[in-house]
């Protein structure tokens, strides 16, 4: 499994952003997770979303309605609106076999898989 993530970026308060992630090695399994984390600095890391691979998600409570979660057969995305400062963050990529969107793996991080992350800065 290789994840690659891209799309980091220096935004003003307010707008949108994009992160995509290159993903190779999940799809020949039948059951995976797909996820971003974040951290910010300082901080524990946090999970942001995650999806299944029957396209079952769960959110970071605080972001619902602020970000979306999708993936075709090579990429998985986030999307995130009306950003704010706290948003900054490393944000990573994340894979685990054999999981579904119920599992702990969003609660407590412990996917097994990782890209090196891209950097998001929000300036007020």
């Known amino acids: 499994v290789q994840l690659r993530e891209s799309g980091g970026s220096s935004v003003q308060a307010g707008g949108s952003l994009g992160l995509s992630c ?5 799809w020949e399994y039948n ?3 797909l ?3 974040r951290q ?3 901080k524990n890391r946090e999970g942001v979303a995650l999806i299944d691979y029957n396209d079952k ?3 970071m409570d605080s972001l619902k309605g ?3 979660i999708s993936r075709d057969m090579n990429t998985l995305y986030l999307r995130m609106n009306t950003l704010a400062p706290e948003d900054t963050a490393v944000y990573y990529c ?3 076999i054999g999981c579904d969107y119920t599992g702990s793996y969003f609660d407590t991080g412990k996917l097994e898989y990782w ?3 891209t950097q998001v800065i929000v300036a007020a």
């Open 22 to 26: 290159a993903v190779s090695g999940v």
């Open 31 to 33: 059951s995976w997770c």
């Open 35 to 37: 996820a971003w984390f």
């Open 40 to 42: 910010a600095p300082g």
């Open 57 to 59: 998600v769960r959110f």
């Open 66 to 68: 602020r970000i979306a």
């Open 94 to 96: 994340a894979a685990e």
């Open 115 to 117: 890209g090196q992350g």
